[in-house]
Structure formats: C-alpha cells, structure tokens
C-alpha cells in the first residue's frame, strides 16, 4: 500500500505559476509510475502529466510546454510545476502512484486560475 499527501495548490491569476507537490510513503517499488491528473465537476478525471520509473515523460495537448513534471525517488517525491496557467487548468489536481501490484491517489489539492 502506497499513500500520497500533495501540497501547493491555492488560487493563482491567470499567467501565473504554481509548483505542486506529492509525498509518497508506504511500499514503494522502483519500477513505478508516478502521475498527476485532474478533475472539475461533471467531468472524468484526466491526465496532466505523468513519469515512469525510468524517467520519460507524457503530457497531453492541454498543457504540453506549460507543465513539467519531476520526481525525486531519493525522497520519494513528485513534483508539478505549473506555468502560464489559464482559467480552464482550474480543478481538483490528484497525485498518482501506479506499480505491477497497486494504484494509488491521493486526497487532491484545489488549484484555483482566477483574476
């Protein structure tokens, strides 16, 4: 069992830029995948950004070039960090931890895109 606690939402203007954290603890395996997703009322969850366990990276059109994920397995952390952000990348942001045996989330931490 794998548990995630993120950090770092809150309300931004438009333009501006927002670093997300996600602390991971419990059986950790190597060969994991780590990820962020999305989620507004009334809509499915969807993928922001994810990283897998040997690094690459996958972003869909929305936020490719605006968004950048990182992880630090050393500290078992996970990071978004977020630019030129828009109104419409307001939602509920949950961290995501996937391995051959579990698939995890976290609580969620509310980013807010508002003037």
């Known amino acids: 069992q794998v548990q995630l606690v993120e950090s770092g939402g809150g309300l931004v203007q438009p333009g501006g830029s927002l670093r997300l954290s996600c602390a991971a603890s419990?059986?950790?395996?190597?060969?994991?995948?780590m990820g962020w997703y999305r989620q507004v009322p009334g809509k499915e969850r969807e993928l922001v950004a994810r990283v897998s366990s040997v690094g690459s990276t996958d972003y869909p059109d929305s936020v490719k070039g605006r968004f950048t994920i990182s992880r630090d397995t050393a500290k078992n952390m996970v990071y978004l960090q977020m630019t030129s952000l828009k109104p419409e990348d307001t939602a509920v942001y949950y961290c995501?931890?996937?391995?051959?045996?579990?698939?995890?989330w976290g609580q969620g931490t509310q980013v807010t895109v508002s003037s």
């Open positions: 419990g059986s950790i395996l190597r060969s994991s995948a």
């Open positions: 995501n931890y996937r391995d051959i045996l579990s698939n995890s």
